[in-house]
């Protein structure tokens, strides 16, 4: 287990928890959890994606627990989460399924955000009935469901087997990341953040993603290039939104557009200018807005009002015209970062 080393200050330094308790997922996985809020607020469910961390969510926790009840836990062999040898997607769905039955009260809803490969554990578990029991409405950030290697942009040449072997091995390495060094940092900028992002947040997210295993770092990223979970976009039957980067590399707009395309209920497709992959760091106010937006709509008095027959979202059949395309004004995403 890693935790990524102290910050001293500023926003993405991740808050103390209400409380912390330890979730047992389907195969004995022990998973780290932290509630943060006050009680009897509305919840929301935050997972984080590969290499990350709870500490990823700093910014949310911090804006979001004056007013919600915010859980985020430690995906398997992540932060304070033990490694296990089963890496698979059935074990990501496992684990959320775990979380929301020892965070949440019978039938209670949440609204359920993932990033990257913490939205692809929402797709994993899209049939499951803990999520079908509690989730309101998910947001699915910077993700996609198949095709990952093929799509990435992180090497800079034309699409092809070429590429998509060097991104493999890119992706794939075993080699350690070593201290965050200046250098560290903009390697990692130019593969997953845009170029306008702010150095705390390169900071930040670099002490993250170096204090991830580099064995469980190789594994995930086996699971990630084999990945096909558009069968389980199909299933995802609650109201979806999606947010993409338009700069993001590790998982291009192609990615969020298919999501949206494919999703039975999505409820928004947001394109945010000139971020990269980790968009809850590069602007943290836009994501922030949008998990607020659907606990206001799906998980409050509003929501109960849809679950009982007064629309839940829009039903999508693959009509673009059903697909709100939003790009939000970059001062804005400067103003976030």
Known sequence: MSRPAALAAGPYVPPAAARELTAVSADGARLHVEVHGPEGAPAVVLAHGWTCSTAFWAAQLRDLAVDHRVIAYDQRGHGRSPANPACTTDALADDLEAVLAATLAPGEKAVLAGHSMGGMTIIAAADRPGLQEHAAAVLLCST??????????????????????????????????????????????????????????????????????????????????????????????????????????????????????????????????????????????????????????????????????????????????????????????????
């Open 144 to 337: 996609g469901a198949s095709r990952l290697v093929a799509e990435s942009t992180v090497v800079p040449i034309r699409a092809g087997r070429l590429r998509t072997a060097l991104t493999r091995r890119v992706l794939g390495s075993r080699a350690p990341l070593g201290p965050v060094t200046p250098l560290a940092q903009r390697i990692l900028k130019y593969a997953t953040m845009g170029a306008r992002t702010a150095p705390q947040a390169v900071e930040a997210c670099a002490r993250i993603v170096h204090a991830c295993p580099r064995r469980v770092r190789h594994a995930w990223s086996q699971v990630l290039d084999a990945l096909d979970l558009d069968h389980g976009v199909r299933r995802l039957r609650v109201p979806a939104a999606v947010v993409v980067g338009t700069a993001d590399r590790l998982t291009p707009p192609v990615h969020a557009r298919a999501l949206a395309a494919a999703l039975p209920q999505c409820v928004g497709l947001t394109e945010l200018p000139g971020l990269g992959h980790m968009t809850p760091m590069e602007a943290p106010e836009a994501i922030t807005a949008k998990i607020r937006e659907l606990v206001t709509e799906y998980a409050g008095p509003r929501g109960a009002d849809r679950a009982n027959g007064d629309g839940g979202g829009k039903d999508n059949d693959n009509d673009d015209a059903r697909i709100d395309d939003v790009r939000i004004d970059d001062a804005r995403i400067g103003e976030g970062a």
